[in-house]
């Protein structure tokens, strides 16, 4: 029977975690997708039919010979029948995943290999130089690739080159480009490509500032219902609970027309006004200063203070747990808001982190690789603040879910 | 000064900080809440469009068309679909995890913020990922298939057979962390004594649940329901990000289908009705939800 308990809770743990682990791993794959990844890109094991293997390696000279041995077709590098080297097509390839080239050889005496890139505005770049020993045996190389050093456009490589110098000749087979794996390059790609670095400014400040307004605001609120006596106060407190049950969708179109008429459109006033301060802030932070002695206040007005005074220097520093609470709810609520934000903006360097997301796959060709790298950057914040505050988020919901 | 005046001056003042410290809530509420639902009001009932200032009374006549519209009525349906589907869905797993959690078991809270982890991870992030996992050669496509398994060609989402189905399950697994939370809370606050008579008495685990656990539950069932339900009447982010109601709109729902008419085809006037509708859905929801809780207490 416990045995039985265990997997299912295991089972469901495994369930509930798996898509999360999912987008981590498939974000530091290079290509392909987590199950299926691209590590080694073959360039050319010239296996294809001549006709084929034209359209994707060219000769640099005059011809291209190919050579036929023992069922392994490879190709032949001869400067005396003015073959000098290979060009191998790549589209219009970002480099920057690359870790090494490996590819077999057998040179007939010493010979100089010379490797090049060369991209779509047609620059040349070497990037390795190898001195070839005369052998009878194939040997396999492995070039280091440092995509930073080199100088030409790295996104946009169309060809790979190799060329010798010297008399002999050359055979080369197996022609394979290696991607680095796991690779961060993904990340920077996202965020270079499109405005992630901006997106995560744009969340942080709406987040941060809405964190401090409802902090500062619901409490001050919050202060008055506790410890004030005025007309209709249940009246409005009531008013207060019913607000939180109202779908934003109902607000947003009037909402929309306001903020156009104050110009506030593409604005962080926009998407922080609104949330400023919230019912469910009010709420909790009333039931704490309710349960905090009475006796506290009465001793800090015979000393003289102000209301103020009170609510600053007496019950704010004692309101920790409550004040952690609504922050960090605040934060989480806001950070992943996507109504409001998609509504209230519609420049490209006002959007939030989850408008960016959201809009960057439904404009973009995107690869799974590079969509989970911009999940990651959008959800990360979140699951590292649920990490540290775990307990406070679950003693958050369960203030507000079990006493309202 | 005569003291009378003075206490006076004093009360106006006591009214005064009052009125500052209340104040923010007070502006918030009035911009943010009164005048949008009142303004609502009047904007559902003219043919505004949202991208002139021009605004003519048209009456009750966008109600009408909303009734007339299929693919609101569509939307209408598929939303209750989901309601009627992921909510009872979503509570029977939810509570058995809770019952599994509370059984007595080692690691609780691991497996409590484990569970709890999709629910604070943003709805965009989550769909993103099973966009990937419903893809036609993503994950779910590969167990299938290594089970024996014919799975379609396209997308799950892609289908209309199966997109609704495919963003409930999706729906489901991401909201149930947070209810079983709930649960578990719910589970502890009741009173031991009458487990231990139960068990002395014999009864087997089957018949302590059915007979004491579930009627003392009630009114947390009935709270995990009603708020489970309100959320499921607004669901909006993942039809956004995954299908944008298509295909041959089998997921709109509302408030999907309020956001194309209101911010695609700018017809506020109309965009307005809609959200009154899901207003009053939602109103009714909640008063249906009091009346059973205070019927409960009774």
Same mark, same amino acid.
């Given at each position: 029977?416990?045995?039985?308990?265990?997997?299912?809770?295991?089972?469901?743990?495994?369930?509930?975690?798996?898509?999360?682990?999912?987008?981590?791993?498939?974000?530091?794959?290079?290509?392909?997708?987590?199950?299926?990844?691209?590590?080694?890109?073959?360039?050319?094991?010239?296996?294809?039919?001549?006709?084929?293997?034209?359209?994707?390696?060219?000769?640099?000279? &005059?011809?291209?010979?190919?050579?036929?041995?023992?069922?392994?077709?490879?190709?032949?590098?001869?400067?005396?029948?003015?073959?000098?080297?290979?060009?191998?097509?790549?589209?219009?390839?970002?480099?920057?995943?690359?870790?090494?080239?490996?590819?077999?050889?057998?040179?007939?005496?010493?010979?100089?290999?010379?490797?090049?890139?060369?991209?779509? &505005?047609?620059?040349?770049?070497?990037?390795?130089?190898?001195?070839?020993?005369?052998?009878?045996?194939?040997?396999?190389?492995?070039?280091?690739?440092?995509?930073?050093?080199?100088?030409?456009?790295? #996104?946009?490589?169309?060809?790979?080159?190799?060329?010798?110098?010297?008399?002999?000749? #050359?055979?080369?087979?197996?022609?394979?480009?290696?991607?680095?794996?796991?690779?961060?390059?993904?990340?920077?790609?996202?965020?270079?490509?499109?405005?992630?670095?901006?997106?995560?400014?744009?969340?942080?400040?709406?987040?941060?500032?809405?964190?401090?307004?409802?902090?500062?605001?619901?409490?001050?609120?919050?202060?008055?219902?506790?410890?004030?006596?005025?007309?209709?106060?249940?009246?409005?407190?009531?008013?207060?609970?019913?607000?939180?049950?109202?779908?934003?969708?109902?607000?947003?179109?009037?909402? *929309?027309?306001?903020?156009?008429?104050?110009?506030?459109?593409?604005?962080?006033?926009?998407?922080?006004?609104?949330?400023?301060?919230?019912?469910?802030?009010?709420?909790?932070?009333?039931?704490?200063?309710?349960?905090?002695?009475?006796?506290?206040?009465?001793?800090?007005?015979?000393?003289?203070?102000?209301?103020?005074?009170?609510?600053?220097?007496?019950?704010?520093?004692?309101? &920790?747990?409550?004040?952690?609470?609504?922050?960090?709810?605040? *934060?989480?609520?806001?950070?992943?808001?996507?109504?409001?934000?998609?509504?209230?903006?519609?420049?490209?360097?006002?959007?939030?982190?989850?408008?960016?997301?959201?809009?960057?796959? &439904?404009?973009?060709?995107?690869?799974?690789?590079?969509?989970?790298?911009?999940?990651?950057?959008?959800?990360?914040?979140?699951?590292?603040?649920?990490?540290?505050?775990?307990?406070?988020?679950?003693?958050?919901?369960?203030?507000?879910?079990?006493?309202? | 000064?005569?003291?009378? @005046?003075?206490?006076?001056?004093?009360?106006?003042?006591?009214?005064?900080?009052?009125?500052?410290?209340?104040?923010?809530?007070?502006?918030?509420?009035?911009?943010?809440?009164?005048?949008?639902?009142?303004?609502?009001?009047?904007?559902?009932?003219?043919?505004?469009?949202?991208?002139?200032?021009?605004?003519?009374?048209?009456?009750?006549?966008?109600?009408?068309?909303?009734?007339?519209?299929?693919?609101?009525?569509?939307?209408?349906?598929?939303?209750?679909?989901?309601?009627?589907?992921?909510?009872?869905?979503?509570?029977?797993?939810?509570?058995?995890?809770?019952?599994? @959690?509370?059984?007595?078991?080692?690691?609780?809270?691991?497996?409590?913020?484990?569970?709890?982890?999709?629910?604070? /991870?943003?709805?965009?992030? /989550?769909?993103?990922?099973?966009?990937?996992?419903?893809?036609?050669?993503?994950?779910?496509?590969?167990?299938?298939?290594?089970?024996?398994?014919?799975?379609?060609?396209?997308?799950?989402?892609?289908?209309?057979?199966?997109?609704?189905?495919?963003?409930?399950?999706?729906?489901?697994?991401?909201?149930?962390?947070?209810?079983?939370?709930?649960?578990?809370?719910?589970?502890?606050?009741?009173?031991?004594?009458?487990?231990?008579?139960?068990?002395?008495?014999?009864?087997?685990?089957?018949? /302590?649940?059915?007979?004491?656990?579930?009627?003392?539950?009630?009114?947390?069932?009935?709270?995990?329901?009603?708020?489970?339900? /309100?959320?499921?009447?607004?669901?909006?982010?993942?039809?956004?990000?995954?299908?944008?109601?298509?295909?041959?709109?089998?997921?709109?729902?509302?408030?999907?289908?309020?956001?194309?008419?209101?911010?695609?085809?700018?017809?506020?006037?109309?965009?307005?009705?809609?959200?009154?509708?899901?207003?009053?859905?939602?109103?009714?929801?909640?008063?249906?939800?009091?009346?059973?809780?205070?019927?409960?207490? @009774?």
């Amino acid at each position: 029977m416990k045995l039985l308990v265990y997997s299912l809770l295991v089972l469901f743990l495994v369930i509930s975690l798996f898509p999360t682990f999912l987008m981590f791993s498939t974000a530091f794959v290079p290509e392909g997708d987590l199950f299926n990844r691209t590590i080694e890109k073959i360039v050319s094991d010239f296996e294809a039919p001549r006709t084929v293997l034209l359209t994707r390696v060219r000769p640099i000279g &005059k011809a291209f010979e190919l050579v036929r041995e023992e069922q392994n077709n490879f190709a032949r590098l001869d400067p005396s029948r003015e073959v000098k080297g290979l060009a191998f097509s790549m589209g219009s390839s970002d480099i920057n995943r690359i870790s090494h080239l490996i590819f077999k050889v057998r040179a007939s005496s010493a010979l100089k290999l010379s490797l090049c890139f060369k991209d779509i &505005k047609e620059n040349v770049e070497e990037f390795a130089r190898l001195l070839m020993e005369p052998s009878s045996q194939w040997k396999t190389l492995r070039v280091n690739i440092d995509v930073k050093k080199l100088k030409l456009d790295v #996104l946009h490589v169309s060809q790979l080159r190799m060329t010798i110098e010297g008399d002999g000749t #050359l055979d080369i087979d197996d022609v394979t480009l290696v991607n680095r794996y796991p690779t961060f390059y993904n990340f920077v790609k996202v965020l270079r490509e499109d405005y992630f670095g901006r997106y995560l400014l744009n969340s942080t400040v709406v987040s941060v500032c809405s964190v401090l307004g409802n902090l500062f605001f619901c409490s001050l609120v919050a202060y008055a219902f506790a410890r004030k006596h005025f007309r209709m106060k249940e009246l409005f407190f009531s008013i207060v609970l019913a607000t939180m049950m109202i779908p934003p969708q109902v607000t947003i179109i009037p909402t *929309f027309i306001l903020m156009r008429k104050l110009n506030l459109i593409n604005t962080y006033w926009a998407l922080i006004l609104p949330n400023l301060v919230t019912p469910f802030g009010i709420f909790l932070m009333r039931q704490y200063f309710e349960q905090l002695p009475l006796e506290l206040d009465q001793a800090a007005k015979i000393d003289g203070a102000g209301d103020f005074r009170i609510f600053w220097n007496v019950l704010l520093p004692l309101s &920790k747990p409550a004040l952690s609470v609504l922050g960090i709810n605040t *934060f989480v609520l806001t950070w992943n808001d996507v109504f409001y934000p998609l509504i209230l903006t519609t420049s490209r360097e006002m959007r939030t982190v989850q408008i960016g997301l959201a809009l960057y796959q &439904k404009l973009n060709v995107f690869t799974w690789p590079t969509l989970m790298a911009a999940s990651t950057i959008a959800g990360l914040p979140i699951i590292v603040v649920f990490l540290i505050f775990e307990k406070r988020i679950i003693s958050g919901i369960l203030e507000g879910a079990i006493k309202s | 000064m005569p003291p009378v @005046l003075r206490g006076e001056n004093v009360r106006k003042r006591e009214k005064i900080t009052t009125f500052v410290f209340i104040l923010p809530w007070l502006l918030s509420f009035c911009i943010f809440v009164l005048y949008p639902i009142v303004f609502s009001i009047y904007v559902s009932l003219t043919d505004y469009s949202g991208l002139t200032w021009n605004m003519n009374f048209v009456g009750l006549s966008n109600y009408i068309r909303a009734f007339k519209d299929r693919v609101f009525l569509k939307a209408l349906s598929n939303t209750f679909l989901f309601v009627l589907i992921t909510v009872p869905a979503t509570t029977v797993i939810s509570l058995f995890l809770a019952v599994l @959690l509370t059984s007595g078991i080692r690691f609780k809270r691991l497996f409590q913020a484990g569970y709890f982890l999709p629910s604070v /991870i943003s709805m965009v992030v /989550i769909s993103m990922v099973w966009l990937y996992i419903y893809s036609a050669t993503g994950p779910l496509n590969m167990l299938l298939r290594s089970l024996g398994i014919d799975v379609p060609a396209r997308s799950w989402l892609a289908s209309e057979k199966t997109a609704l189905g495919s963003i409930m399950v999706m729906d489901v697994w991401s909201a149930v962390g947070y209810y079983t939370v709930l649960f578990v809370a719910g589970l502890q606050s009741l009173p031991l004594q009458l487990y231990e008579a139960a068990k002395i008495d014999g009864a087997t685990k089957w018949q /302590i649940f059915k007979s004491i656990t579930l009627p003392l539950l009630k009114p947390t069932i009935l709270f995990v329901v009603s708020i489970n339900s /309100i959320r499921s009447f607004q669901i909006f982010t993942e039809i956004f990000t995954l299908t944008g109601g298509g295909p041959a709109n089998s997921t709109q729902t509302i408030v999907h289908y309020l956001y194309d008419v209101s911010f695609r085809k700018f017809e506020m006037g109309y965009g307005s009705a809609i959200a009154y509708v899901l207003f009053f859905i939602v109103m009714a929801m909640t008063v249906l939800q009091r009346k059973i809780l205070k019927g409960e207490q @009774l």
